[in-house]
């Protein structure tokens, strides 16, 4: 059952498999007294990473989600809604929400290339960087009113 209580962010990436992933799941994890997050793709790729998984599960965050489109969302009204990648932003449609709209972006590790480890450290960095960023971003425009 879901908390009417709780504020709802949405995380919107291109192809829902990394980095709104991440962001969805670091909030529920770390925030889920006061929100509710969900992510969403443009372009869903039709699954997440598994090594966005593997980052997640390192900070001991277990995280299942499927890769999905924001159409999925029309009908839901967001307090928040992230774009976490500059191609989203672009094509994020003008319907969501009613709540704030932020832009963050972050590379995507998908992208990356080298050794194995070299793509985890590059899912690990990013992971990182929504951690330390996200949480922090939630709570400041969460407090704020649509169009301050």
Known sequence: MVDLNKRKALFLCTGNSCRSQMAEAIVNNRMEGEWLAYSAGTKPAGYVHPKAIEALAEINIKHEGISKHVDDFREVEFDLVVTVCDS????????????????????????????????????????????????????????KNPGE
Do not use: N
């Not at 672009?90 to 290339?113: F, M, N, Q, T």
């Not at 793509?119 to 425009?141: K, Y």
């Open 88 to 143: 989203a932003a672009e094509e994020c449609p003008v319907w969501l929400g009613g709540g704030i709209r932020v832009h963050k972006s972050y590379p995507d590790p998908a992208k990356a290339v080298g050794s194995e480890e070299e793509i985890m450290d590059a899912f690990r960095g990013v992971r990182d960087d929504i951690l330390d960023e996200i949480p922090q971003l939630v709570t400041e425009f969460g407090t």
